[in-house]
């Protein structure tokens, strides 16, 4: 028999969010721990809010909503509340009622200097990377340093010279062409010193090799622990004037600082970080120095007591992971050109970013491990012998 469409809908609905999910979806796992940490960030919460007037939206459904925004590649805030109003997934994923729907863009505006800041986004990661600490998922030993380069909400036709002789010749072409002028550099050498941009000040001209063009941008640098490859620490710098060996033991000692009990006895790096003042500071904070060598090139301190270790062939193979935090969070979390301008809050968005993947990956290691005590047990089923009563493998620790 042929079914026929309803043309007029049932008069009443009872929807159950939480069931409308599936029990294994992959957000599950996600939700669970993230609910963790906002609920040790809850006190914090309730210090930035006044007791009396009108109920505002939670708070920690605004960081959630940041980490919806990530995990699916949502390109802007408003795009962003329009998909919340009719998406149950993430409307169960807020902890909103059905009846709520979405709210207004402009919150996110609102609330950036209370709930959504720099700080409070630094403390959110903080908090996702210690849950991870204490159930034994990271190493307090072993690190990796490397760096990227995250483009600036900027154009090179914004980037002028400071004393403002360009004025003139960029107000005539935005008189022929308002939209999208058209402005003629050809042999003008544009320096930082020299110039800037009007659009985002604090970006800077630069590139990352020889060969590559060069374009406004900041430096971002990941600390990677090296147990099973989760974020430690993301930063946004002046590639310039803070190289990126300087920001690895900059990041090392708030790492230290941050999280007591760990002490880094490993750094690994690329040939980026084989330099004689690197090597040095490594050496005089205890710390043994896995960079790659370049040919040719010595620099004390690093020599075949350290590269002919085990140790160090290990770090050399686990360093290039890093490389896969670089590629999920430019791809799919949208970090490969800031949404924001300034230092400040593209810091704050690369946190949340990074927090996300964060999440993202010890889920999955939750659910390899989990499938990996699946697969004994059916083994051990399947040969005769007596299943071992265990709920979890407990991951191993580095050497």
Known sequence: MRGKPQAQPDFLTVINLNASVPADHPLRAIKRHLDAVLKNLSPLFDDLYEELGRPSIPPEQLLKARVLTALYTVRSERLFCEQLGYNLLWLWFLDREFSEG???????????????????????????????????WTSDDHFTADGTLIESWASLKSFVRKDGADAAKVQSAKEEDPGNPSINFRGEKRRNDTHQSTTDPESVLYRKANGQEAKLCFGGHILMENRNGLCADFTI??????????????????????????????????????????????REQGIAPHVACKEGIKVPGLDGRTTAQKSYRVSQRIRKRVEEIFGWMK???????????????????GYFV??????????????????????????????????????????QRAA
């Open 102 to 136: 979405s709210f207004n863009h402009s919150v996110f505006a609102k609330n950036y200097e209370r709930v959504l800041s720099a700080d409070v986004a630094k403390l959110f990661f903080a908090e996702v990377y210690d849950l991870s600490r204490q159930e034994g």
């Open 237 to 282: 710098h002046d590639p310039i004037a803070e190289p990126e060996p300087v920001v690895a033991l900059q990041q090392v000692s708030a790492h230290q600082q941050l999280h007591e009990g760990t002490r880094a006895k490993t750094l690994g790096g690329d040939k980026g970080y084989h330099r004689k003042a690197f090597v040095a500071e490594c």
């Open 331 to 349: 791809t799919v979390g949208g970090l490969r050109r800031s949404r924001y301008r300034g230092r400040e809050r593209t810091q704050a968005w």
């Open 354 to 395: 990074a927090g996300t993947y964060h999440l993202m990956r010890r889920a999955r290691l939750e659910l390899a491990s989990g499938n990996s005590v699946a697969r004994d047990r059916r083994n051990h089923l399947r040969n005769g012998a007596k299943v071992p009563n265990r709920r979890a493998r407990t991951p």
